[in-house]
């Protein structure tokens, strides 16, 4: 008997060995499986609905006869030994806060009272989170990029808080390029420049567990979210109203300058740095419209032939009037030394400019000088209406030269007359009239030119 | 007489020395582990943002889970069903399942379910000994 005993234990040692423990889990624990056509895999949702949790189990092959087939967990609970599953549509479902979250549980497939399948599993080592929602995409143009922002219930959960999320992009007419990046956060940022422009995308995110301790599966995928980039994606374009700015303004700067070249000369220069006047030329500007065969000199010896009065100090514009109308006037010698003697200044004088009284001189020019030959013509404002005759104005009388009127500074003392004035009729010798004016000439050749140049001035 | 009454007590504390669980030879990690991320929310929850100043520290980790075990399972006068809170079978289990040798305590878990729960109440005692408890993990987290 006992070598059969020992036998048989033998026997029975051998088979059970060899038989073992049915048993494939999700997370490889087991790497045989018994009874594969009971084989199931399960998952769990912490949290789901308040502080319940969520278990489910399903039979790997949806084909299985799975009438009168329950579920049952044991271990690794509150209160309570063992939880039965509830069945619905194929799956097997358990809603509970009993799970303890620490250590195994056994979760058995049962045909009435006998186990025809167990697992050993631990809870938190299959969690499944819940799929995030809520999936936005924002473009900032400013930056450049999208805004890519959702949501996910784990942040208001107690247990399963830190989650690793993944976010797939795609172009849609790229059916199966799908581009991944995984982040911890629910924000992400896509460069514009990685995207194509004026194209639709899709985007979608899914979630796992991130700690040390809950480990599982990812969850489902969020719904999708569909948005179009926008048509330029050139960083270096313009803004086309900047870029019409600063064309307008370089055109205006460009008319400027041709402006600018173009008055020079006329306008822009005389403003900015006048010239000083050509005494010369500034008379003979002021007879600008000479007479035919008129030939404008300063040179004294084109006088020679010319009777000159001489003028003596300054003369009032009513001598000059009346030194031309009348041959001698006798009162006009009193009336040139009152003046003379009480000052240059009449109320009919202007204080401040020097130049030629147009009203002094009526009539007939009396600076006559040989045809051909003048020396004040026609100037604008001047009374002389046409060129001096020297011929007939040693006919009819003296000549007067023009009255020349001296500014304030000048005192009839100081200023040497140009032609120093004699009362009664002046009959030049031209000879001795000549010399003595190229000496007058010569030295009051400044002031003859200082006093033209006023003239000018007050013209 | 008294040299007798003192004999026994030395006795007693020798046992309760020798009979005590050291703490020494555990998953130090696996322990910390679980305590951030099971058993630290459920002591918020029943502590329900309630703060208590302590000074009770512990030095050494195996101090530190002494004295976890002491404050969560020992009934005081004022606190005598912390035993029955979740976050202490948490701890039960998180000793038994790390510390090789550490039976844990036993806990009635097989209770009849009534129509109507009985509310457990949470005494100024038992908010002072979650305190205490919060520190001790606390502690025991960082220096782990």
Not at chain 1, 160 to 171: C, D, S
Not at chain 1, 249 to 257: E, G, H, I, K, Q
Not at chain 1, 271 to 291: A, F, G, N
Request: with cysteine.
């Amino acid at each position: 008997m006992t070598p059969l005993g020992i036998a048989l234990g033998m026997v029975f040692y051998l088979l059970q060995a060899v038989s073992g423990e049915s048993g494939y889990a999700e997370n490889g624990d087991f790497d045989d499986a018994e009874m594969d056509d009971y084989s199931f895999s399960c998952y769990s949702q912490l949290e789901v609905d308040g502080s319940q949790h969520l278990l489910t189990c399903a039979f790997d092959d949806p084909d299985v006869n799975s009438t009168n087939m329950e579920f049952e967990i044991c271990g690794a609970l509150l209160e309570v030994d063992c939880l039965s599953f509830n069945k619905l549509q194929g799956m097997y479902l358990i809603k509970t806060k009993k799970f303890l979250l620490i250590g195994d549980s056994k979760i058995c497939v049962k045909l009435g009272r006998k186990s025809m399948t167990c697992k050993k599993m631990n809870i938190v080592k299959i969690v499944k989170p819940e799929a995030p929602f809520d999936i936005r995409v924002v473009y900032r143009k400013g930056a450049n990029d999208f805004e890519v922002t959702f949501n996910t219930s784990h942040l208001q959960k107690k247990y399963v808080k830190e989650l690793m999320h993944e976010v797939a992009y795609r172009q849609e007419k790229n059916e199966n390029d799908w581009m991944h990046m995984n982040l911890s956060s629910t924000k992400l940022m896509l460069l514009q420049r990685k995207l194509q422009p004026n194209a639709m995308y899709e985007i979608k995110v899914r979630s796992i567990p991130n700690t040390n301790y809950f480990e599982g599966f990812w969850s489902e995928w969020s719904p999708s979210f569909h948005f179009r980039t926008p048509e330029t994606n050139d960083p270096g374009e313009m803004d086309p109203v900047l870029l019409i700015i600063i064309i307008l303004s370089f055109f205006s700067v460009a008319l400027m300058l041709v402006l600018a070249c173009v008055l020079w000369e006329k306008r822009i220069k005389p403003i900015i740095w006048p010239s000083l006047p050509d005494h010369k030329k500034t008379l003979e500007q002021l007879c600008k419209k000479p007479k035919k065969n008129l030939n404008v000199s300063f040179n004294p010896e084109s006088f020679l032939d010319c009777q000159i009065h001489k003028v003596d100090g300054i003369q009032a514009r009513d001598e000059a009037e009346g030194f031309l109308q009348d041959p001698l006037p006798p009162q006009l010698e009193e009336s040139e030394k009152q003046r003379l003697g009480g000052g240059m200044q009449g109320p009919n004088w202007p204080s401040e400019h020097v130049g030629i009284s147009p009203k002094s001189f009526k009539g007939e020019s009396s600076f006559r000088c040989l045809a051909g030959n003048i020396s004040v013509c026609d100037a604008p404002g001047l009374p002389f209406s046409r060129s001096p005759d020297c011929k007939e104005g040693g006919k009819n009388g003296p000549l007067l030269y023009q009255d020349l009127l001296l500014g304030p500074g000048t005192t009839n003392s100081t200023l040497p007359p140009l032609f120093p004035f004699q009362p009664g009729t002046l009959t030049l010798n031209p000879a001795a009239q000549g010399q003595s004016i190229l000496t007058s000439l010569g030295s009051s050749q400044e002031e003859a030119y200082v006093t033209m140049s006023s003239f000018y001035q007050n013209q | 007489g008294f040299p007798i009454f003192f004999r026994k007590i030395f006795i007693l504390q020798l046992v309760e020395l020798v009979l005590t669980y050291n703490f020494t030879d555990c998953d130090f990690k696996n322990i910390k582990d679980i305590y951030q991320d099971v058993i630290h929310p459920e002591l918020n929850v029943y502590i329900n943002g309630v703060s208590e100043e302590t000074f009770l520290k512990c030095i050494f980790i195996p101090d530190c889970l002494i004295k976890i075990e002491h404050f969560t399972f020992k009934p005081i006068y004022g606190c005598a069903s912390l035993a029955k809170e979740t976050f202490a079978k948490q701890t039960n289990a998180t000793l038994s399942l790390g510390c090789s040798g550490y039976s844990g305590i036993q806990i009635n878990n097989t209770q009849t379910m009534k129509k109507r729960r009985k509310r457990e109440v949470k005494t100024d005692k038992c908010l002072e000994q979650v305190s205490y408890l919060i520190e001790l993990w606390r502690r025991f987290s960082r220096i782990s």
